[in-house]
Nanobody
Framework: QVTLMESGGGSVQAGGSLRLSCVAP????????MGWFRQAPGKEREFVAA????????RYADSVQGRFLISRDDAKNGIALQMNSLKPEDTAVYFC????????????????WGVGTQVTVSS
C-alpha cells in the first residue's frame, strides 16, 4: 500500500476554478498511470481523469473534458487536477489513485486510494 495525500479542495461558486494536488512516491508518478475519481453523495465513485506516467497520455471523462486538466506536479512531487468552469454537479469528494487501468471500457484502480478532498460548487 502507498500513502497518497490530496489537497486543494474547497468551496467555490459556479464558473470558478480549483486546483487539486496529490502527493505520491516519485516512482509511481513516472511508471504508473495515476488518476482522479470523485464520489457525490448517494452516487457511485466515478472516473474523472488519468495520466500515464511513462508517456504522458491523458484520458478524461466526457463530463469534464475541456474543463479539467490533469498534469504532473514535480514541484510538489505528485499530480494535479486543474478544474475550471466548475458546475454544481462537480460537487463531490475527489480521490487520487495509482495504477489506473481501463478494463472492458471502465477505468479501475489496481493500486492505492487517497483519503479524498471535498469540492463544493454552489450555484
Amino acid at each position: 500500500q502507498v500513502t497518497l495525500m490530496e489537497s486543494g479542495g474547497g468551496s467555490v461558486q459556479a464558473g470558478g476554478s480549483l486546483r487539486l494536488s496529490c502527493v505520491a512516491p516519485r516512482r509511481l508518478i513516472s511508471r504508473s498511470t495515476m488518476g482522479w475519481f470523485r464520489q457525490a453523495p448517494g452516487k457511485e465513485r466515478e472516473f474523472v481523469a488519468a495520466l500515464a506516467g511513462y508517456n504522458g497520455n491523458t484520458r478524461y471523462a466526457d463530463s469534464v473534458q475541456g474543463r479539467f486538466l490533469i498534469s504532473r506536479d514535480d514541484a510538489k512531487n505528485g499530480i494535479a487536477l486543474q478544474m475550471n468552469s466548475l458546475k454544481p454537479e462537480d460537487t463531490a469528494v475527489y480521490f487520487c489513485a495509482t495504477d489506473v487501468r481501463v478494463v472492458d471500457g471502465t477505468a479501475r484502480v489496481f493500486g492505492s486510494w487517497g483519503v479524498g478532498t471535498q469540492v463544493t460548487v454552489s450555484s
